[in-house]
Nanobody, 126 residues
Framework: QVELVESGGGLVQPGGSLRLSCAAS????????MGWFRQAPGKEREFVAA????????IYSDSVKGRFTMSRDNAERMGILQMNNLKPEDTAVYYC???????????????????WGQGTQVTVSS
């Protein structure tokens, strides 16, 4: 069992920055992957970024590439999503997810992930 708790959401003006954190507890395995997804009102959940814990490999959606950076804090077993140059279209509930079964390609679909956090609201508005 893995528990995930997100934090760091809030209201920010366009062009601003936010830092989301995802604290993981419970079992993990080699090749564990942490992902971030988001869901805006009336839209489907979409992939944002993923990080393969053991190798430091990252992948980003085209919509956030160059603006968002995903990293880890080993001591705290925490995944970090640094979001810069935020736009109104980034407004959504952001979810952290964990895939504990090893895989080849980096997982980008919701169905690929085994565990989910409760979500944190990010609102970008002037």
């Amino acid at each position: 069992q893995v528990e995930l708790v997100e934090s760091g959401g809030g209201l920010v003006q366009p062009g601003g920055s936010l830092r989301l954190s995802c604290a993981a507890s419970g079992r993990t395995v080699s090749g564990y992957t942490m992902g971030w997804f988001r869901q805006a009102p009336g839209k489907e959940r979409e992939f944002v970024a993923a990080y393969r814990w053991s190798f430091g490999t990252t992948i980003y959606s085209d919509s956030v590439k160059g603006r968002f950076t995903m990293s880890r804090d080993n001591a705290e077993r925490m995944g970090i999503l640094q979001m810069n140059n935020l736009k109104p279209e980034d407004t959504a509930v952001y979810y952290c997810a964990a895939k504990i079964t090893p895989s080849g390609p980096m997982p980008t679909l919701s169905a690929d992930y085994d565990y989910w956090g409760q979500g944190t609201q990010v609102t970008v508005s002037s």
